[in-house]
């Protein structure tokens, strides 16, 4: 028999810290950008440089997944959209970094995946 390792997502790990700092966590998920090819990748990493600040370009591109404590829901989600676009105001999907924010409550009171209209 099968017993379960009470397996945990991501999700689960980052509603965990929310819960246990009490903070919002905006996560960036820079899975897309990290399958890319060399130029592409270049080519995006340039068009975020008009929204990141210079510091956190390096943070966000060296690693899969990168995490921003904030005291408050509003700085979180105002953050996120200074940062990064939503993948409806981009014609190439190659540009688009997922981003959302995870409360302490776990409930994600924003993302900028905007599921496309059905046709």
Not at 100 to 112: F, H, I, K, L
Request: proline share 5%; glycine share 4%.
């Amino acid at each position: 028999m099968l017993v379960s390792m009470n397996a945990q997502r991501l999700y689960e790990l980052i509603h965990y810290f929310a819960k246990e700092k009490n903070k919002h966590i905006l996560v960036i998920d820079t899975s897309t950008w990290m399958a890319l090819g060399d130029t592409k990748k270049a080519t995006v990493k340039t068009y975020y440089e008009d929204f990141l600040p210079i510091d956190e370009i390096g943070e966000i591109f060296s690693e899969r997944y990168t995490f921003y404590e904030f005291d408050n829901q509003t700085s979180a989600i105002d953050t996120a959209n200074e940062w990064f676009p939503q993948s409806t105001d981009l014609e190439d999907q190659d540009y688009f970094i997922e981003c959302y924010v995870v409360n302490p409550s776990g409930a994600m009171p924003y993302g900028n995946k905007i599921p496309a209209k059905p046709e």
